[in-house]
């Protein structure tokens, strides 16, 4: 029987420019959009309010809420910054410090741990989380001595075919699935990296035929979605680096980074287009379940995330 999702909010207010990406907090109380007019709105998402508006000079590129937790999100900034925004009742704050020489595209959190992303490089960075940032005396040094680089990762293995090409990362994902856990990196011409976070060093990669534009982690740590700039969705099984399938999506999407997220507790999978339209297929038959909605003006897909108990909620460029 097809599935059917209906619309519950349609949030317009809080930015003046594109959105660059949606993540709901870690029991999907509440909704944070980061976009490249600087601003960061936080909303929540049973009233479909605005609670608060975060301004900066510099795109906001990526954002991640801490895990467990609803009140405290880090944010990647054009600039190089990492910032740490901090809601509660009674107050907002915001704080920060410059992390890379390039834009923090990718941000993912596990425990006290950060990885980040910008352009040819990856660093983890441990911070303490028990002093609470004031929002009325921010002391900008202060917090950048509360986070320590323990590992900046090494870049990808180059072969023929991508030996001239830059070294983009696309995508970071923790997994404390698999055993030791691991970081999954994905580069736009290098492929996919596995990384083993007690020492950092490299298990083994995988070569992607096309172009990696962005990925999703299962759940459970077995498949890799990967939104192929060539080729469409494409499905890996991470025991035996196999391709799993292959999402046929619209023509022309071709060059177009869209976004794809395993859903439903990785039974499904959701994936963007350039014009609008929203797809869900099943990720063991391949068979396609939903394709009945689109957004407004047929405009690119371009960030999705899912919410505990909450659905779904889907941004437009």
Known sequence: MPLTYTKSNDLTEGHKGAISMVSFSSFGTYLATSGLDGRVCLWKVSEGTLLHVVESTTPVLSICWIPQREDSLICGLGDGSIGLVTTSSIMLSVTGFRAHQRPVECIAVQGNRVASGAHDEVKIWEWDASPSPSSTTPNLHRFADLWSCVKQID?????????????????????????????????????????????????????????????????DGSLLAISNLKTGFDLYDMSSDAPFSTFDIEEGHEGYQLPVLFIHNGHALIGGSRSGQVRIWDVQSGRMIANDFALHDQDRVVSM?????????????
Request: hydrophobic share 35%; net charge neutral; aromatic share 6%.
């Open 155 to 219: 870049k990808p293995p180059v072969i023929g075919m991508n030996r001239d090409e830059e070294v983009l990362i696309t995508s970071i994902h923790w997994t404390t699935a698999m055993h030791p856990s691991i970081l999954v990196l994905t580069y736009m011409y290098h492929g996919v990296v596995l990384v083993e976070t007690s020492t950092f060093m490299r298990i083994r990669s995988i070569s992607i035929p096309g172009l990696i534009g962005s990925a999703s982690l299962s759940p």
């Open 305 to 317: 995330s899912e919410g505990s108990s909450q659905g779904h909620y889907i941004q437009r460029h």
